[in-house]
């Protein structure tokens, strides 16, 4: 038991699933609906399970052939820095990634179809995040693998603890609570500031980070949800049968 990173990222989404469950009973920030939308959340899980193995599987496969060898060795003096640096460097330069990635799924027309799906609940809540299409996780998976296991070349240990950050920001940044963090919010992302990613309109066309708001900051997509009523209309109505929402086509 827990003899792979994937065993941890179980654990913690167990363990910040339940506690975010907690807090939105006893702080929610708008009326819990959970239920509304368990079915399609659970449905959007299991197919995010399969795609996320497919697609670590698919990439690492390219990443490993002989062809690549030489490419990769560009990255070697990332592989001796102290694991707190290569911890850090591999969530920030992954954020900075996911950051245009997320961004071009929304100015895109057809990467907006793998990404329509994760903008459909019209409520929010910890499990939210995982609503996401094939494609969707199969276009994330590929800086997430190659920043991990061949740029920086992360230890056992230091995967687990990127992973754990991965995790628990996602569960975080949907979560249904409003948290007030102070001169703190110029540092991290907090479930009001994504909150507001997901509402109907041109916000939805803002803050796309996903652990820090600078990228949004020094790209022009930043929009402080402190300037806005706590709450306002979310999600997009999906335009396209359930299963071409899943596979995001």
């Known amino acids: 038991m827990f003899n ?21 009973n006893f702080m929610p920030s708008r009326e819990n609906k959970r239920k509304e939308n368990l079915k399609n959340d659970v449905i959007a899980f299991i197919v995010l399970a399969v795609s996320v193995n497919l697609s670590r599987l698919a990439w690492n496969q390219l990443f490993s052939l002989p062809a690549m060898s030489g490419v990769l060795e560009i990255f070697s003096p990332l592989w001796t820095l102290h694991p707190v640096v290569k911890i850090v460097g591999t969530l920030l330069i992954l954020d900075f990634c996911l950051y245009w990635l997320h961004r071009s799924m929304h100015i895109n027309r057809t990467l907006w179809k793998t990404h329509e799906w994760h903008h459909s609940p019209s409520h929010l809540y910890w499990f939210s995040g995982y609503r996401t299409s094939f494609m969707h996780a199969f276009l994330y998976a590929i800086p997430q693998i190659f920043l991990v296991f061949y740029a920086f070349k992360l230890s056992f240990f230091e995967i687990v603890c990127v992973a754990t950050v991965g995790v628990l920001f996602q569960v975080w940044t949907h979560a249904n609570i409003t948290v007030k963090l102070g001169v703190l919010e110029n540092l991290i992302i907090t ?41 306002y209309p979310l999600g997009v109505k999906a335009a396209r049968p359930l299963w071409r929402s899943l596979l995001g086509l």
Request: charged content about 20%; hydrophobic content about 35%; proline content about 6%.
């Open 4 to 24: 792979k990173f994937e065993d941890f990222e179980t654990l913690f989404l167990v363990l910040f699933g339940f506690s975010f469950h907690l807090l939105e």
């Open 191 to 231: 479930p009001q500031y994504h909150r507001l990613h997901h509402s109907k309109g041109k916000m939805m066309k803002t803050n796309y980070g996903v652990f820090v708001p600078w990228w949004d900051m020094m790209f022009g997509s930043y929009e402080n949800p402190n300037n806005h009523p706590d709450q």
